[in-house]
């Protein structure tokens, strides 16, 4: 199984390569970990101690940001350092001050990972939500390495659990701990026999939100957009989505506004979406003291690190991804402001999604004519609404503290003096 699991990377990394010729991501991919070895040495500095955070992307970066932050308040002494296996990751990491370091992670063989762990020395690692990387956890394991899983989650349906699974299941007993997002995803890991180093921590992504909330900042040109009016907003949508929202568009009543930020804001992708809505549509960037575009009902977000502000000033969300085989975005985001959420059918992998569509606080559809349905109800029936977004937010409130649980641990363990 081994041997099939490095022919599988291996041969990965070769169509990534070949990609690469004529894919701008690809390209940033392999170009992030050509001389790895080489930039490692460059920006370490001798001497330090450190901490070691392994992200996919974005969406497991948002889910580290609370934990890296009381690292930094309670361990000052420690650096931290953060891979990231995506380049959308590396790049939104590279512009963030929070890490000390931040490096994209090499390819998973045993050479590297044995490299990379001797260079980085870390004292404590630390893998976010997904991702599991066979050389790097027996490395860090043979080097009696703590390693911890943060916001874990498991689903019965997933290699670890199967027959054929012994590799995977190495894998994770790999782990010092584990801290997990529900109570489910605990009684699988028990169904192999992990109980003894588990703990149901919940979702690190609840802290990150309601610091957000906490600390928003105001956006003079959205509020001046927005008037006396109510908002849909729709956050991280791709094309099926701006897909269904144009055929919900119908429906909006003459005070309702929409507000679109796409997951790609690309220039070729943001023409796409201005054809798609029309003359009634106008770019964020267009918006200026005298053309606050009062006059157009369709406002596109062309820039990156808005949303989770936007959704301050919304009635209603609608979160995309859910109508592609990735899944649905951070519905935590606007659900943290009281906003009742739509979102697409593929959402299974997500606890909290499933947690609050069995609550009815917030709503999957399949289809555009079912996405009429829940927006109508939500629009047209104020009481409704507003009832949901005050049990919603006695949710989230009740589901902060997870990265207290996981310090606390840390703390227990003297995995870090």
């Known amino acids: 199984?081994?041997?099939?699991?490095?022919?599988?990377?291996?041969?990965?990394?070769?169509?990534?390569?070949?990609?690469?010729?004529?894919?701008?991501?690809?390209?940033?991919?392999?170009?992030?970990?050509?001389?790895?070895?080489?930039?490692?040495?460059?920006?370490?500095?001798?001497?330090?101690?450190?901490?070691?955070?392994?992200?996919?992307?974005?969406?497991?970066?948002?889910?580290?940001?609370?934990?890296?932050?009381?690292?930094?308040?309670?361990?000052?002494?420690?650096?931290?350092?953060?891979?990231?296996?995506?380049?959308?990751?590396?790049?939104?990491?590279?512009?963030?001050s929070l890490p000390d370091y931040v490096f994209y992670l090499p390819h998973d063989s045993q050479h590297n990972a044995e490299e990379f762990i001797n260079i980085v020395q870390p004292v404590l690692a630390a893998f976010v939500k997904y991702e599991f990387w066979y050389h790097y956890l027996i490395a860090l394991k043979q080097q009696n390495i703590p390693t911890l899983l943060v916001s874990g989650a498991f689903r019965k349906d997933q290699v670890f659990f199967k027959w054929y699974g012994g590799l995977f299941r190495k894998m994770l007993g790999c782990f010092t701990f584990f801290f997990l997002q529900d109570e489910d995803s605990k009684q699988v890991l028990e169904s192999i026999g992990i109980n003894n180093n588990v703990v149901i921590s919940g979702d690190t992504r609840y802290d990150r939100v309601a610091n957000i909330a906490a600390y928003v900042t105001s956006i003079p040109l959205v509020e001046k957009f927005k008037g006396d009016n109510h908002i849909l907003i729709a956050g991280s949508t791709w094309p099926g989505d701006e897909d269904v929202l144009k055929e919900c568009l119908e429906l909006l009543p003459a005070n309702w506004k929409l507000i679109i930020a796409p997951h790609e804001v690309d220039e070729p992708h943001i023409k796409k979406v201005q054809q798609l809505f029309g003359t009634d549509a106008i770019l964020f960037s267009s918006l200026d003291a005298e053309n606050t575009g009062g006059n157009k009902r369709i406002l596109i977000i062309n820039n990156i690190g808005m949303l989770s502000r936007l959704f301050a000033y919304g009635d209603v969300a609608f979160i995309g991804g859910g109508f592609q085989k990735g899944g649905i975005h951070n519905i935590l985001e606007p659900a943290i402001f009281g906003l009742p959420v739509v979102f697409g059918p593929v959402y299974a992998k997500f606890v909290e999604a499933k947690e609050l569509a069995a609550l009815k606080y917030v709503f999957p559809v399949n289809d555009a004519q079912e996405c009429k349905a829940v927006l109508k109800k939500l629009i047209t029936h104020e009481d409704y609404r507003k009832g949901i977004s005050k049990s919603l937010q006695g949710f989230m409130q009740a589901h902060v503290g997870a990265t207290g649980v996981i310090m606390s641990e840390v703390g227990n363990e003297g995995w870090l003096k």
């Open 1 to 96: 199984m081994l041997f099939l699991y490095d022919l599988f990377l291996s041969l990965y990394a070769f169509a990534v390569r070949v990609s690469a010729m004529f894919n701008p991501k690809a390209e940033k991919w392999v170009a992030g970990r050509a001389d790895w070895e080489q930039k490692l040495k460059e920006a370490l500095r001798p001497g330090e101690r450190r901490i070691w955070i392994h992200c996919s992307s974005v969406g497991e970066f948002e889910q580290a940001k609370p934990l890296i932050e009381a690292l930094k308040q309670q361990y000052s002494v420690y650096k931290i350092v953060v891979t990231f296996f995506s380049p959308s990751g590396y790049d939104a990491c590279k512009k963030n």
